[in-house]
């Protein structure tokens, strides 16, 4: 019986043209965010309002931690904390909200053909949203404590928040896809999270680090990611060469995902 | 009329998944036995159907309906075979798949129609019509936590049929809210295969599926036992469940 089996399958519904739904995918990124956005402040007082008195109330629990208990020595403690801080923050929840994206939408990814990838790209963006929402406060702050206010920030700002997206997004993708398979990568990821978080220069500058580790942190794309923010921020420069190799290690991940998302997702509808 | 739906040598079986870093390392995993399990969930399944037909699947539980109706909407793909659909598929599976309990029924209805696959515009030039056939117009724009579930499946259905789409699938969800909107969906089906939308239906219902239906099939144990008319069709489902007991 068996050898009646053919030994190829496909499966060719008639879709839209590539345009239309390269515009469908946009919308739906669209309204995907915009449904996490109005969910998150709905029903409380200030509402969006809380997209900048959160960062702000962070901002102020961390001056007042570092600068007036702790006093650490360093000038400007807060503010190179937060500049590193604030994009941190961005990676971290899109990373954790991603990972679960196909498991905690199993009915849409099994009942409805939708295109896949849409889904944690989704979860990136709404946290870029409210990383958006920092920008204003980080400012304040950085003319609050001395530093200057940079006009080249309208260009650089949005080149790398564009660099840790496609950083970020295909890490996602994957993670978020390995999560189906297998349950454990969303709690490795907490932890694997907060391992990285003391591996990356946020909290102490990386000539605090011991003098062996610097290897290392010329090489973590995490590393560079926050020098190239803090570069921008605290200078208003761009540093070409983390930029250069950030934007390798993007397009290297970028390809992994692919390859990864083409194989895998279409078997996401059976494992879930 | 020429056929929208070809189904050529589908096969498909489930793979033994591990749930978990210590299955995937340790490997094994018990694999309990039932009249369930069996390799392969649709063996050797060929159909066709056409453009405007509408073709009722029958079967006992497990025995691959929903399967083949998830692979017709392409949200699996078969291990084998082809399967070819010329046109917009959209199915009536589950209602309200993407509906969030704390959005306003407006809300839901862009968010669902652009799930569902609909375009901004598409939503927005069908969106009066949807609200009218749902009937929910003084509630729309409160959040759906604070609807009915017979409303839920109302907007969903209102949703769905608005998709322009040549095909329909259809899984036991024709028992929607009160008996006057069951009439209008029936009403609304009828319709649809005026304007030569095809229908693929699966229900118990065996009543249903003879006035909805022209054209069939009977399935067993992932295999077709029978396919054509729809009343040969129902005396052979019902003459296997009988033989089953």
Known sequence: ?272 | MSAIIHCSGVWKRYGKSARGIKELLIGSRKIVESRYSREWALQDVNFEVKRGESFGVVGHNGTGKSTLLSLLLGTMQPDRGNIRIDGRVASLLELGAGFHPELSGRENIFLYGSILGMTLAEIRKHFDSIVAFSELESAIESPIRTYSSGMIARLGFSTIIHTPVDVLLIDEVLAVGDSHFKTKCQDFLHDFKERQGTLVIVSHELQTLEDMCTTGMCMNLGQIVKIGDIAGVIKHYGALMNSCG
């Open chain 1, 1 to 272: 019986m068996f050898d009646r089996i053919p030994k190829k399958s496909w499966i060719n519904i008639d879709r839209q043209p590539i345009s239309v739904r390269i515009r469908h995918s946009f919308e739906l990124l669209y309204l995907l965010v915009q449904k996490e956005l109005r969910v998150r402040y709905k029903n409380s007082v200030l509402g969006y309002l809380w997209a900048l008195a959160n960062p702000f109330a962070f901002a102020v629990v961390y001056y007042f931690a570092f600068k007036v208990i702790m006093r650490v020595e360093m000038p400007n403690y807060s503010t190179f904390l937060l500049t590193g801080m604030f994009p941190w923050i961005w990676l971290t929840n899109g990373l954790v909200q991603a990972t679960g994206s196909y498991r905690n939408n199993a009915s849409l990814v099994k009942k409805v053909n939708l295109e896949r990838y849409v889904l944690p790209l989704s979860n990136i963006v709404h946290e870029m949203v409210h990383f958006c929402f920092t920008l204003p406060v980080l400012g304040f702050f950085i003319y609050f404590t001395g530093g200057e206010l940079h006009f080249s920030w309208l260009w650089q700002l949005p080149l790398v928040m564009l660099l840790q997206l496609v950083m970020v997004y295909p890490v996602a993708l994957m993670l978020a896809l390995a999560n189906v398979y297998v349950h454990d990568v969303e709690y490795l990821l907490g932890i694997g999270l907060s391992l990285l978080f003391f591996l990356t220069p946020i909290v102490y500058p990386v000539t605090q680090a011991p003098s062996i580790y610097r290897y290392y942190f010329e090489w973590s794309p995490l590393a560079e990611l926050i020098s190239v923010w803090r570069g921008v921020l605290l200078e208003g420069q761009i540093t070409p060469s983390p930029l250069a190799y950030c934007a390798c290690v993007a397009a290297t991940a970028s390809l992994a995902a692919y390859l990864v998302y083409r194989s895998a997702s279409p078997k996401l509808g059976e494992l879930l």
